[in-house]
């Protein structure tokens, strides 16, 4: 049986083991929801694309006897997914015609890009790449990149404005578990239908059919209906391209920065995955040097890590119920913290399988349940009524720290080996540790899962200033820049460059005065 086979019996074996807890637990209940189910299905639109373009397009490309730089190159098709936040506010202001008033704003855009992304992943398909005669495919390989990026600001957006607060962890969850329906169907599924020792159609229609996972998101959005998209501007009239500016792009960020403790949640959301973060980029390498086979590897974390990653997903939303935000959000990140421990109990045990086991087991499921809490926190953040833009930007933010982090981490191994390489992961997370005990204090972490969405609209069209609006531009420069140094292999002054832009536009964009 193949490992593939073995991880779809192990997801379905999982589902099938969280309905029926769920009809006799009550902090599980949620899951057999409409919203949560729907949420679900729009999970299985969000997975399928980013599959396609980086696991199983670099399958083919390999099969098809490129070389390893113009495989490598491909990965860059992933860059649209890092500065998505770019355009998110067009999502959330722009109106579409006629889709508009019928379907409403998510549901719209939903259904406009679905259509395009059918199209680019099937041309994708039919590209036929081949050494020197690339250009086709690189083209629409960018296009159903951006395309797919795009329906993930929709989806995200959306699935947190179809959801009741007593719901908010289990749809969470629930979307995760479709996205990871989404990542084995373009995966093992695509390849399967493509390959000759599979069916052996052929890429075209295997791509071709993959395209057509965006129809649970489609049949999910009909049967919900358009959410609760809050459109701050519908009946005002006569506004001019700087007001509308203002409204979509400057005031997601006025509104986010003015609230109470905004500086200590950005603090939080920069720091908090970066031990968890080192950890990740190391773990592969370390499994080498040990002396592990790929075999005990593969088992170890696609068999056993993967079952375990989906159980904690599943126990995040009655886990974050149970005990509430801020208690929920300061155990699992003692949890993954944990999980690192036990690394550093393999590093010094040596070849030891069951404790490979054990770590990767535990690391797992330590992450589904930090995952589930910490997107349902992310989720929360974003106001209703910019929550295209706000979710893509805090995503991007809690980006920043892996990313910084990402390089240092194979230096740091190198200079004090690998058991004091865990135990520095373990404190490279008290400073995010730190910053959630200051907001928790102060009141900044509610019990609750969704903030108010209430907006003081007064301040938020008082005059914005030549500087604040200087400094909400140089953030996201710095953002940008950060976040493509590695993708690029950008130079060292790049990132520098970048993290100097960030630091002055946050101090630029700093005011005292805060929303209550």
């Known amino acids: 049986m193949s490992v593939d086979l073995q991880r779809f019996l192990i997801f379905v074996g999982i589902l099938l083991g969280v309905a029926l807890v769920a009809l006799t637990s009550e902090k599980f209940r949620p899951y057999l929801r409409k919203n949560p189910g729907v949420a679900f299905l729009l999970g299985i639109s969000s997975g399928f694309p980013l599959t396609l373009l980086v696991a199983t397009l670099t399958f ?6 490129l070389d390893t730089t113009t495989i490598g190159l491909a990965v860059m098709v992933g860059i649209p997914y890092t500065i998505k936040f770019l355009w998110a506010p067009l999502l959330d202001k722009l109106h579409l015609p006629i889709l508009h ?4 704003q998510r549901r719209s855009w939903l259904f406009l890009i679905q259509a ?12 036929d790449p081949q050494p020197g005669n690339l250009g086709g495919f690189f083209f629409w390989a960018l296009v159903t990149a951006f395309l797919s990026a795009t329906q993930d600001i929709v989806i995200d957006a959306y ?6 607060e007593d719901e908010f962890a289990h749809g969470t969850a629930a979307n995760q578990f479709g996205y990871r329906t989404g990542n084995l169907i373009a995966g093992a599924g695509t390849i399967y239908i493509a390959s000759s020792e599979g069916l052996g159609l052929g890429w075209g229609l295997g791509y071709g059919l993959t ?8 049949i999910g ?12 501007f519908a009946n005002a009239t006569g506004m001019t391209a700087g007001q509308w500016l203002t409204e979509s792009v400057v005031n997601p960020f006025r509104e986010f920065l003015t609230r109470h403790g905004a500086f200590l949640i950005l603090g939080f959301v920069l720091t908090v995955k970066v031990g968890d973060a080192m950890g990740q980029a190391m773990l592969s390498p370390m499994i080498v040097q040990l002396g592990f086979s790929d075999l005990d590897y593969i088992s170890a974390n696609k068999i056993w890590g993967f079952a375990a990653l989906i159980v904690g997903s599943a126990l995040g939303a009655p886990f974050l119920l149970w005990l509430g935000m801020g208690r929920a959000l300061l155990i699992s990140g003692l949890l993954m913290m944990f999980s690192n421990a036990m690394f550093m109990i393999l590093a010094a045990t040596g070849n030891n399988y069951w404790m490979m086991v054990a770590a990767i087991v535990t690391e797992n499921v330590t992450s589904g349940i930090g995952l589930t809490v910490f997107a349902t926190y992310l989720s ?6 910019y929550t295209a833009t706000q979710f893509a930007l805090l995503s991007s933010f809690a980006g920043v720290g892996r990313t910084f982090m990402a390089g240092p981490a194979g230096w740091v191994a190198e200079q004090i080996g690998w058991v004091g390489f865990w135990g520095f992961t373990i404190v490279a997370a008290i400073p995010g540790m730190l910053f959630l005990w200051a907001l928790w204090s102060k009141g900044y972490v509610g019990e609750g899962i969704r903030q108010s969405t209430a907006l003081d609209d007064s301040k938020l069209k008082e005059p914005v200033g030549a500087l604040r609006i200087l400094g909400f531009l140089l953030i996201l420069a710095g953002l940008v820049g950060v976040l493509l140094s590695q993708q690029l292999a ?3 002054v790049w990132l520098y460059a970048s993290l100097a832009s960030f630091a002055v536009g946050m101090a630029l964009a700093w005011k005292r005065r805060a929303i209550a």
């Open 221 to 232: 959005a009909l049967w919900v209906g358009p959410g609760k998209f809050v459109d701050r």
């Open 60 to 65: 083919w490309l390999a099969k098809v006897g």
């Open 211 to 218: 395209a057509l996972c965006v129809i649970p998101a489609i």
């Open 380 to 385: 929360g953040l974003s106001s209703i009524a």
């Open 159 to 164: 699935r947190i404005e179809i959801l009741e």
């Open 116 to 127: 395009l992304l059918v199209i680019a992943v099937w041309n994708l398909g039919h590209s």
């Open 101 to 104: 008033e019928k379907l409403g």
């Open 490 to 492: 950008a130079e060292p």
